[in-house]
């Protein structure tokens, strides 16, 4: 198989691309810092320290980038399997042109081989969203052939990376928490579903949607509710 995932910064290069990579996937990253394109174009690997009880490092390899504002991100869309994203929530519309341009290469190719592409970001929905944005970005011609090729997979994730500087300057080098998860809506899929491990597929996404907004995300509003009033901790 292979990916191509857009956003190579480090929720990218220690969640999404390091759990295709572990899977043994034919894995690109796409993006616009030329200091990592060109040092894992050097390199093909980075490093991981995975921080927790437990501290350990990984070693993610066999990788390539490309610029994800130049043609070769285009030809790419045209051939892989699937595509993956970690750009934050309004860089969707940004990246939506190129891979409209990569849909049309690969209808114009004949490639009918099932793509999925999938929106690994931090909201409710995000494939969809990015859908919409692809399909105003297509010309009329190809939107049937897109609906019937391309599956548009949303997702939740959650993995803390965070932030740390390297102690040898190391551009790639990312530091990540134990913790991860990455639910896809497996109803959304076109062809046979992927085994990757770290994936979980579901067919009721919405529930770990529910679940994640209401026990993780409400205890981080409910610390911030607190501090507004005025108590500096917790059991204040």
């Known amino acids: 198989m292979k990916a191509l995932h857009f956003g190579a910064g480090n929720i990218g290069r220690g969640f999404i691309g ?11 990253f796409a993006d616009v810092n030329q200091v990592v394109l060109d040092a894992l174009n050097a390199r093909h690997s980075y490093q991981v320290h995975v921080v927790g009880e ?7 390899s066999g990788v390539n ?7 070769d991100v285009v030809d790419l869309i045209a ?42 970001e931090n909201m409710v ?9 692809v399909m105003n970005a297509l010309p009329e011609d ?3 052939w897109v609906e019937e ?11 803390i990376v965070p932030p740390s500087a390297s102690a040898t300057n190391d551009p790639l080098e990312v530091t990540v928490e134990t913790f991860s998860e990455w639910i896809v809506d497996k109803t959304q899929f076109k062809g046979a ?44």
């Open 65 to 71: 980038a490309v610029s994800s504002i130049g043609d």
């Open 18 to 28: 390091k759990l295709l990579a572990d899977a043994g996937i034919q894995l690109t």
């Open 149 to 159: 090729h391309v599956g548009f997979v949303d997702s939740a994730v959650d993995r």
């Open 125 to 133: 929905r995000g494939t969809t969203q990015l859908k919409g944005h």
């Open 54 to 60: 437990t501290e350990q490092v990984d070693t993610v």
């Open 193 to 236: 579903l992927p085994n990757i491990p770290g994936m979980e597929l579901t067919d009721n996404l919405m529930a770990f949607v529910e679940r994640k907004l209401f026990t993780l995300n409400t205890g981080h509003a409910i610390t911030a509710y607190l501090g507004k009033t005025g108590r500096s901790s917790d059991h204040s």
């Open 79 to 120: 051939q892989v399997d699937l595509v993956t994203t970690a750009v934050g929530p309004v860089v969707l519309e940004r990246i939506a042109p190129a891979i409209a341009k990569g849909l049309v290469k690969r209808k114009e190719q004949g490639n009918e081989s099932p793509l999925n592409i999938i929106a690994c």
């Open 142 to 144: 190809a939107k049937a």
